[in-house]
């Protein structure tokens, strides 16, 4: 799995964004990206294990949009990227006031 795009699609850091599951995208491959973001042994996904603040709602796109932009938040300034092979998409709209989780 490669969180990195091609370099030509690399955008500057432009306020606060989030990085979540793009729209519409295959959910098999959406729950190995999710796998391998929570893989990395960096305490990516803790919130999302039964019992804490973001496990619910359970769903795959819902924890891979989690588990994408806690991977980017702590990689990304060692050159991560919102990409995840092409199945994630930047929002500036944070996903939890979008479904009213917050």
Not at 27 to 46: K, S, V
Request: aromatic share 12%.
């Amino acid at each position: 799995m490669n969180p990195l795009p091609p370099a030509h699609n690399n955008a500057p850091y432009k306020g606060k964004l989030w990085c979540i599951a793009a729209p519409g995208v295959n959910l098999t491959e959406l729950e190995r990206a999710l796998t391998f973001a929570c893989n990395q042994g960096n305490g990516t996904c803790d919130s999302l294990t039964p019992g804490k603040e973001c496990y619910e709602p359970l769903s795959v796109a819902w924890h891979a949009s989690y588990a994408f932009s806690s991977y980017w938040a702590k990689f990304r300034s060692q050159g991560a990227n919102c990409y995840f092979n092409g199945l994630a998409q930047q929002t500036n709209r944070n996903p939890s006031e979008l479904h009213g989780f917050k």
